[in-house]
T-cell receptor, first 115, second 113 residues
Framework: DAKTTQPNSMESNEEEPVHLPCNHSTISGTDYIHWYRQLPSQGPEYVIHGLTSNVNNRMASLAIAEDRKSSTLILHRATLRDAAVYYCILRDVYAGGTSYGKLTFGQGTILTVHP | DAGVTQSPTHLIKTRGQHVTLRCSPISGHKSVSWYQQVLGQGPQFIFQYYEKEERGRGNFPDRFSARQFPNYSSELNVNALLLGDSALYLC????????????FGPGTRLTVL
């Protein structure tokens, strides 16, 4: 599995934008970039995913570098509820065999949001 | 709509015992995956089942096994428990043909003494 690198922790103030970086220099052409987050005492939840173009949804935006070796998850206005561990995950769109449906989580970034 | 449900919420076992964890996927989801999350680390993939067949397996010993039932619910079994098996066990379900988003349950916290 291609590896991702994220900062261990980041801090933000409530109602300010947050940019969470992820490096994936060994990404392959068929790897999608996924972001999940895990709130305290809960299972992970899907945030967003993309392949090449920037993506937006109701939760966040995903900015993907032109060479796809890095990406940034953008929370436009952080709230206290956004305090969580954020995971950047690469997933091969053609994943099959023993990798079928597998998500490979790293350590993630612990986001702290201050009131 | 109900999300992924798991039972029990918490469980305490002693070394050498056997444990069975249960998962009910979201209605209409036919794929179920299991993950182990040790404190302070990200979840690690254990198994994926689709249509009652194993479709993926992570790097876990044979003490770990699972199965999926006709109603798509699933069980994870762990034999000969070790202290290192203490973790949060997460179940995730996915729609039939759309694997880009997995829906996770709240997990079962297993403590092995």
């Amino acid at each position: 599995d291609a590896k991702t690198t994220q900062p261990n922790s980041m801090e933000s103030n409530e109602e300010e934008p947050v940019h969470l970086p992820c490096n994936h220099s060994t990404i392959s052409g068929t790897d999608y970039i996924h972001w999940y987050r895990q709130l305290p005492s809960q299972g992970p939840e899907y945030v967003i995913h993309g392949l090449t173009s920037n993506v937006n949804n109701r939760m966040a935006s995903l900015a993907i570098a032109e060479d796809r070796k890095s990406s940034t998850l953008i929370l436009h206005r952080a709230t206290l509820r956004d305090a969580a561990v954020y995971y950047c995950i690469l997933r091969d769109v053609y994943a099959g065999g023993t990798s079928y449906g597998k998500l490979t989580f790293g350590q993630g970034t612990i986001l702290t949001v201050h009131p | 709509d109900a999300g992924v449900t798991q039972s029990p919420t918490h469980l305490i076992k002693t070394r050498g015992q056997h444990v069975t964890l249960r998962c009910s996927p979201i209605s209409g989801h036919k794929s179920v995956s299991w993950y182990q999350q040790v404190l302070g680390q990200g979840p690690q993939f254990i198994f994926q089942y689709y249509e009652k067949e194993e479709r993926g397996r992570g790097n876990f010993p044979d003490r770990f096994s699972a199965r999926q039932f006709p109603n798509y619910s699933s069980e994870l079994n762990v034999n000969a428990l070790l202290l290192g098996d203490s973790a949060l066990y997460l179940c995730a379900s996915s729609p039939v043909t759309y694997y880009n988003e997995q829906f996770f349950g709240p997990g079962t916290r297993l403590t092995v003494l």
